[in-house]
């Protein structure tokens, strides 16, 4: 019989995710990028927007390494560290407050239930009202980087953001000279009231629009707070539909401490046969 690994897949407001308890090295690191590229291509395999390994650590609970669709490393995705939070909750790695270690930094987590808040990465790198040249016309946009880069656009209302080229605009953004050569993910939102934003989102390594972001929910609350334009809690409606709430100091223009909060799902637990991958397990 063949090897078999056992997986679990899970969504955090419409991101979804392969997780793979690695505490027994049962995937090399070697493999892992390549395994990432295979697990996440959609009606050939699992398909997902990232893998994620859970990891032993000597000074907190576990510490993961994450992968994008495409194989590439993030330093930190917040959607991806609610999920993993819950299931090393669900694994009994860890009791319910928790943290691990992430390529940005460690992450602390409390989990109740399926609903998690997570406290995100000390934002960083705040640019407002940046010009930017995207085909021989100019635009007006924002950047933040809250564990991994993201750029904003502000939106004329949401009616706007329903129909903006999210794909098209995103990778022109994404690719752009000015942000080489780590890129940068591309977020557009439109205000709905003092404390609520829409927000849609095209993520670098995915190479797409994606239903959530949480370092980009993150972005975009921040971004409007610096803005005048909401103040905390920021409650920002996904693509998905899910909302997802952003905590942070508003007296602070880049606050230090920021959390994040929303719902989590266990999608279904499976086992990944070799012959899913090209690659010997």
Request: net charge negative; with cysteine; glycine share 8%.
């Amino acid at each position: 019989m063949e090897k078999v690994i056992d997986f679990y897949k899970m969504s955090g407001s419409g991101n979804d995710f392969i997780l793979i308890d690695n505490r027994a090295t049962i995937i090399e690191p070697e493999v892992a990028p390549e395994l990432a590229r295979d697990l996440c291509r959609r009606k050939i395999s699992v398909g997902a927007d990232g893998l994620i390994l859970i990891e032993n650590d000597d000074e907190v609970d576990f510490s993961w390494n994450f992968f994008n669709a495409d194989g590439s490393r993030a330093e930190m995705c917040g959607n991806g560290g609610r999920c993993v939070a819950r299931l090393a909750n669900m694994l009994g790695i860890c009791g319910s407050s928790l943290s691990f270690r992430t390529l940005a930094g460690i992450i602390r987590a409390e989990v109740s239930g399926s609903r998690v808040k997570l406290q995100m990465t000390e934002p960083r790198d705040l640019k407002l009202d940046m010009e930017l040249e995207l085909n021989g016309q100019r635009f007006n946009t924002h950047f933040v980087n809250t564990g991994v880069p993201h750029t904003v656009f502000i939106l004329d209302g949401p009616e706007v953001l329903e129909q903006q080229e999210v794909v098209k605009q995103g990778r022109k953004v994404r690719f752009h000279s000015q942000f080489a050569p780590a890129g940068t993910n591309v977020n557009f939102v439109a205000v709905l009231n003092e404390q609520a934003l829409a927000l849609r989102t095209y993520e670098r390594g995915v190479e797409d629009e994606t239903l959530a972001c949480g370092t980009g929910a993150t972005a975009v609350a921040l971004v409007g707070a610096a803005k005048g334009m909401v103040k905390p809690p920021v409650a920002v409606r996904t693509k998905s539909g899910e909302t997802l709430v952003i905590y942070f100091d508003p007296k602070k223009e880049l606050p230090q401490e920021v959390y994040m909060e929303g719902e989590t799902t266990v999608i279904y637990q499976g086992r990944l046969w070799e012959e899913a991958v090209h690659i010997p397990l």
